[in-house]
């Protein structure tokens, strides 16, 4: 049976040439010399063909054919890499498989495959993308099988693209944790929930801006504060010594909306907390996590967690951070938007708002898991060094002390631009996120405020909660020390006023003493002015003593 002699590619008819080229006519494909040498395997036989062949019209073959494919390799990456040139990326997509479909090791197709799906026209791009910290391109399946299969200039390349993309990952990831370590002490003094937010000075008293049902009347007495969370219902405070406070907020919460999420007295060796709507956290010195409030989405369900380094509640969640960079949540009742945090690695820090969490990487990127749109900014940041979220807000501190901020969702263009208004911001060492606002802690203990909500920003406008973010613990260490003096002072002078009261006490008795004993001893008629004397002394002595008590 004879077979005609049909291009490879696309089927189409070959047409000779001069030379013993032979050109498919539908896609252009040549073949080679050496491939007409060869010819076409089909039914039987070997053909076998010496000197220049030159071929019009139709051919027809009997027998299997011996086919060299390179020149037809090498026509279909010239032709994808024409394509990506010309940004044709489905196109330049079809002539690289098909390219692989001659050789399925193809390292120069696989790359040109990973090209077309990065949109990357040409290698200078791809380079960038590669080194880019926010792009996943070095993940891609492609790529993988144009590294296995690579050799010569193309394996020194992509081996070159692979050390300055480690370089650059690690300076990111030095940069970030460098950073961190500097802000470290600012973390926690500061936090944001809808129209709320409350600071902790220096001293370890507690500072408030907002809604006066936020329990500010409350936490005017805390003392010894080193950290401090607002959730939905309530405010949370860290004491020095491990120990934690809460209060509720007034007068909208009523007791059956009370669920005993200030139920925290007993809580001890603490190093930090995080507060929800309803429920309010605590992370252990040793790695444990306890939790109380509002169970009925499991939100309390954190007994059986360990090396745990950071924690994080958000509605009706509670996410934690473990030493090794993954994340656990306590579970949902009803679908859960965030099921695939647990695929997060190197994570240094997280935040949620009731839609979306975000992860921050060990080189400064976010990792958005959730109800999010790639589309949206937040996914292109780098060096990111801590992050918060608000009501569809998300707010990032760059390791440089500037500020990146988003508001995503169906909102005014005009508001977008106030909650985001934080280009400016400079020296900036804290960040928090309320009801579609940002603020921003500085260097010098200030802080900068962005939103329409002009109440809290002329409020916050006149914080001060350290000199310097350098001598904070210096500062909390002179400050519990005048605190400590002054508490002695006070103790002291309460000694003294109650040793006098004592002697006052007892000089006031002894004249009593003497008084009735004189009077029981009165005689006579003339006795009578004295008596009226004593027994108005008496009445005297007594009230004195009763101010005394």
Known sequence: MAAKLQCEICGGKLIGKPGGIFECDS????????WAKMKIQEIRGTVTVEGTVEVTGKVQVDGPVKVDSSANIEALLKRGNIALEDGE???????????LNIDAMCAEAYLGLTMSEERCKNRDEFHDAYLSLTSDCKNNKHLVRAKQYCDGMLKDWLDMLDVEAGRIEKNAVERVRAFREKIVCCQHIISAYGDHVVGVRTDGTVVTAGHCYHGADETADWTDITAIVTGG???????KDGSVIATKFKPILTIDSYYGQCEVSDWTDIVAVAAGYEHTVGLKRNGTVVAVG????????VSDWKDIVSITAVGESTFGLKANGTVVKTPRTYGDPRRNVFAWTDIVALTADGNTALGLKMDGTLLPRGNYDPGHPEREWTDIAAIDAGNGNFVGLKTDGTVSAVLWGMFPAEERKSVCNVSEWKNIVAVTAGKHYTVGLKAD??????GKNENLRREVSNWKLFKSYKTIELERSEEMKKRSEEMKRVIEERMAIQKRAEEERNTLSNEKTNLLAELSNLRGLFTGKRRREIETRLAEINAELKKLQ
């Open 445 to 450: 203990g200030t802080v900068l405020f962005a």
């Open 294 to 301: 509002r169970n009925d989405n499991h939100q309390c369900e």
């Open 233 to 239: 219902t309530h405010t949370v405070g860290l004491r």
């Open 27 to 34: 896609c252009g494909v040549e073949y080679s010399t050496e």
């Open 89 to 99: 990326f489905k196109e330049a997509i079809d002539f690289f498989n098909n390219a």
